[in-house]
């Protein structure tokens, strides 16, 4: 298989972790990173991601990207990366599992994203991500009629940096507090970096502005949990997930970079589950 990768962060790093440990060999490797990362990137991947990869090549545009021929594409570098890309790759005929959820709660994006793979007949994947259950929702939606509650509780180690710092003493607190409640896209364009869930659960159900979303810091809480009901005329059902944080970032929970890697594995073998 010829993979690229947008962006050589927590993710990107930890998913050809996972790779190499499932004995996952690539054709070809493709990272577009942002210019001044290349000599430290080049190096890293030498350094530690050698046999992952017949050959491995870093880029910094999507259309040194394309020239490399990927068969799949996966973004994990945030919004800013995702217009400045996606678009382009999709365009040419590419696929692109796309982490970075939350770009969509931002409207022209979003319309700009679904007419890119219409006029490439590429796909825009939209991996699960930190949470479970995406097949039902979607499943349900096609009926209508989906209530959609979502409450994201962190430590308040992983609100830092976050509007959240200044409406609590995040340091100081000693019990759980919410302090967003509002629609997946108010949730989406105040905390951006936290937002993915919320958006892969209004995509997948019933959209940006009917999706109900509550943001806690729990000083208790271990790793991030994901809860969410959903009443639809069809079925009723609720999920609770408790996540570890990946070991790079607190924001993100592990299981993350697994559902990525499913999409990978799909992508490649004779089944797809
Ligand atoms: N879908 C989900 O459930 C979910 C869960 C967690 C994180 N995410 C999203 O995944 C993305 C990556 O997360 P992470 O933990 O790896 O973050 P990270 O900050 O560790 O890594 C992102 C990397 O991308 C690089 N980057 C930024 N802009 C770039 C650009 N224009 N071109 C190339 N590289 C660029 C950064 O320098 C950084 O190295 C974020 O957008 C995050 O919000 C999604």
Known sequence: MRLALIGFGNIATTLLGLMADTKLHLEHLTVLVLEEQVEEIRSRLDRSFAGLADSLEVVTDATALLATRPGLVVE????????????????????????????????????????AARDGSARLILPSGAIGGIDLLAALGVAGGLSVRYRGTKPPRAWLGTPAETLLDLPGLQEPKTFFTGTAREAARDYPKNANVAATLALAGAGFDATAVELVADPAASGNIHEYRVASPLARYSIR?????????????????????????????????
Do not use: M
């Open 76 to 115: 994990c570098a945030g919004h800013g990366a995702v217009a400045a890309h996606v678009p382009s790759v999709l365009r040419a005929g590419t696929s692109v599992v796309l982490v970075s959820i939350g770009a969509l709660a931002d409207a022209a994006l979003e319309k700009d994203l679904r007419a």
């Open 241 to 273: 997930i408790e996540n570890q944080p990946s070991a790079g970032n607190a924001k993100t929970s592990v299981t993350t970079v697994y559902s990525v890697l499913r999409e990978i594995r799909n992508h490649i073998g004779p089944v797809a589950i």
